[in-house]
Nanobody, 123 residues
Framework: VQLQASGGGLVQAGGSLRLSCAAS????????MGWFRQAPGKERELVVA????????YYADSVKGRFTISRENVKNTVYLQMNSLKPEDTAVYYC?????????????????WGQGTQVTVSS
């Protein structure tokens, strides 16, 4: 499975961006999907996640009410809508796929990673 992330960019504080992560290859299995981010000098953190059937979601406290994750399994694509962006959201964002919900949330066994996409929020 290959994951292709897109949609990053430079935006002013309070603005919005939408990231996309398109999966290709052996996508018959609907993996649990997540978006991680890593800012310079900081550890990677899970920001949002959505289960394969879209019946479960996870949001880090820092993004609740501002970010929304969704997926279109027909298109093998996961989206991250980011609103009310803050300078502290600046990071490289990575999409990831995992067979197990627990492993995705605990970042202990992620099966596939997309390339990162830079999100920069200016103050």
């Amino acid at each position: 499975v290959q994951l292709q992330a897109s949609g990053g960019g430079l935006v002013q504080a309070g603005g919005s961006l939408r990231l996309s992560c398109a999966a290709s290859g052996r996508t018959s299995m609907h993996y649990h999907m997540g978006w991680f981010r890593q800012a310079p000098g900081k550890e990677r953190e899970l920001v949002v996640a959505i289960s394969g059937g879209a019946d479960r979601t996870y949001y880090a406290d820092s993004v609740k009410g501002r970010f929304t994750i969704s997926r279109e399994n027909v298109k093998n694509t996961v989206y991250l809508q980011m609103n009310s962006l803050k300078p502290e959201d600046t990071a490289v964002y990575y999409c990831a796929a995992a067979r197990t919900w627990y492993h995705l949330l605990s970042d202990t066994q992620t099966d596939y990673w997309g390339q990162g996409t830079q999100v920069t929020v200016s103050s």
